[in-house]
T-cell receptor, first 115, second 116 residues
Framework: KAGVTQTPRYLIKTRGQQVTLSCSPISGHRSVSWYQQTPGQGLQFLFEYFSETQRNKGNFPGRFSGRQFSNSRSEMNVSTLELGDSALYLC??????????????FGPGTRLTVL | AQKVTQAQTEISVVEKEDVTLDCVYETRDTTYYLFWYKQPPSGELVFLIRRNSFDEQNEISGRYSWNFQKSTSSFNFTITASQVVDSAVYFCALSEAYSGYSTLTFGKGTMLLVSP
């Protein structure tokens, strides 16, 4: 089985721009979660999508949004980029439903640099 | 609120030494899972082990072992006979039934440097 794929792997943007990151989960996985990793804050949960619905959301401003398509692929969007948005964005997919332990498999991440 | 603390920011050892990574967690949930992930320089988080809150039996898997103690809210991870390839950042994480196990709360990570 192919693993979680994320595109692009690297991205450079300038302040004020917006960016869209893409994540393709493992085949058959219906849940996709997004995490932001920065040196200062570490790994922080952004949001989770299951069957095209946002099921959980972390403590991030509204500039961070996401969506999931019927094929379970997910995108996250960051509008009006700030320098502090520079981070490694990790996507994880899992297979089980709500209330059951779902082992999360992570992709290689997208490294976003905001200048 | 849930919290995971990894007090060790960086550990340096020489190959073949044993090394223990510490993890302390906080949760109000009675049902939860604890994990250890490894992040090599490539950036991808690699799952290592998991334990649920009802099973305090400690196990060994190859060179990895863990010590889960609910009484002290600790979930420590040991690598026996470390190798250079073990050099990476190691994260302890918590997943609670309250959130439907859909989120992971991570510690800040411990960077392990294994020198030859």
């Amino acid at each position: 089985k192919a693993g979680v794929t994320q595109t692009p792997r690297y991205l450079i943007k300038t302040r004020g721009q917006q960016v869209t990151l893409s994540c393709s989960p493992i085949s058959g996985h219906r849940s996709v979660s997004w995490y932001q990793q920065t040196p200062g804050q570490g790994l922080q949960f952004l949001f989770e999508y299951f069957s095209e619905t946002q099921r959980n959301k972390g403590n991030f401003p509204g500039r961070f949004s996401g969506r999931q398509f019927s094929n379970s692929r997910s995108e996250m969007n960051v509008s009006t980029l700030e320098l502090g948005d520079s981070a490694l964005y990790l996507c994880a997919s899992s297979s089980s439903g709500q209330g059951r332990l779902r082992e999360q498999f992570f992709g290689p991440g997208t490294r976003l640099t905001v200048l | 609120a849930q919290k995971v603390t990894q007090a060790q920011t960086e550990i340096s050892v020489v190959e073949k030494e044993d090394v223990t990574l510490d993890c302390v967690y906080e949760t109000r949930d009675t049902t939860y899972y604890l994990f250890w992930y490894k992040q090599p320089p490539s950036g991808e988080l690699v799952f290592l082990i998991r334990r649920n809150s009802f099973d305090e039996q400690n196990e060994i898997s190859g060179r990895y072992s863990w010590n889960f103690q609910k009484s002290t809210s600790s979930f420590n991870f040991t690598i026996t006979a470390s190798q250079v390839v073990d050099s990476a950042v190691y994260f302890c994480a918590l997943s609670e039934a309250y959130s439907g196990y859909s989120t992971l709360t991570f510690g800040k990570g411990t960077m392990l440097l294994v020198s030859p």
